[in-house]
Nanobody, 127 residues
Framework: VQLVESGGGLVQPGGSLRLSCAGSGYTSSIYCMGWFRQAPGKEREGVAAFDSDGDTTYADSVKGRFTVSRDNAKNTLYLQMDSLRPEDTAMYYC???????????????????????WGQGTQVTVS
């Protein structure tokens, strides 16, 4: 499994960014996929995700501002981020569901899924 994020950058408050996550090594339609973020000195937290039924989950802090979407044919996940705030500044990680994690794997829940496959991250700075 490989997940590669792109689309991060520096944006002013109130601005927008669209993150992309290109995946390989799996069939996206049968897995939960999602976005997490981690700000300096803070724990990694869930942002938005699709479960395997296509239902979405959003963190309360981003509801109404962020939209997650996916293109199963391209194995690509997107995160449209609007009305960005300074507190959205973080490294954003794409994540894929895990069923049998290896010891030492970071596993985090979001919605009804457990995520344990991670991309390298893309930095989003709102300032």
């Amino acid at each position: 499994v490989q997940l590669v994020e792109s689309g991060g950058g520096l944006v002013q408050p109130g601005g927008s960014l669209r993150l992309s996550c290109a995946g390989s090594g799996y069939t996206s339609s049968i897995y939960c996929m999602g976005w997490f973020r981690q700000a300096p000195g803070k724990e990694r937290e869930g942002v938005a995700a699709f479960d395997s039924d296509g239902d979405t989950t959003y963190a309360d802090s981003v509801k109404g501002r962020f939209t997650v979407s996916r293109d199963n044919a391209k194995n690509t996940l997107y995160l449209q981020m609007d009305s960005l705030r300074p507190e959205d500044t973080a490294m954003y990680y794409c994540a894929l569901q895990v069923f049998d994690p290896r010891p030492g794997t970071r596993v985090l829940p979001l919605g009804s899924c457990q995520f344990g496959n991670w991309g390298q991250g893309t930095q989003v700075t709102v300032s």
